[in-house]
Nanobody
Framework: QVLLSESGGRVVQAGDSLTLTCAAS????????MGWFRQAPGKEREFVSA????????FYADSVKGRFTISRDNAKNMAFLKMNDLGSEDTAVYYC????????????????????WGQGTQVTVSS
């Protein structure tokens, strides 16, 4: 069992940057691959980014590639999503997710891959 708590979401202007934090408690954070997803009103939850448990392998959705950066600090039990050049299309509730695995592959793009989820944090980009 691991508990995940996202923070950092807020209202920003188009073109701004924002960093989201996912804090984990419970089991050894280093054992978990981590993912970020988002869900806009009326839309399905979609993959944003993922990182292997060592932090050495990362994945990004095409829509955020080059603008967002995922990272993790295993000593602090945290994962991060730094978002640059935000646009209205990035408005959504952002969720972090975890799975205890050493694997890393495009399976990390699926919501079904993950065992644990946070409650989400709202990001609103105002134009």
């Amino acid at each position: 069992q691991v508990l995940l708590s996202e923070s950092g979401g807020r209202v920003v202007q188009a073109g701004d940057s924002l960093t989201l934090t996912c804090a984990a408690s419970g089991r050894d954070f280093r054992m978990f691959a981590m993912g970020w997803f988002r869900q806009a009103p009326g839309k399905e939850r979609e993959f944003v980014s993922a990182v292997s448990r060592s932090g050495g392998v990362t994945f990004y959705a095409d829509s955020v590639k080059g603008r967002f950066t995922i990272s993790r600090d295993n000593a602090k039990n945290m994962a991060f999503l730094k978002m640059n050049d935000l646009g209205s299309e990035d408005t959504a509730v952002y969720y972090c997710a975890a799975k205890p695995t050493s694997d890393y592959s495009t399976r990390m793009y699926s919501t079904e891959y993950y065992d644990f989820w946070g409650q989400g944090t709202q990001v609103t980009v105002s134009s």
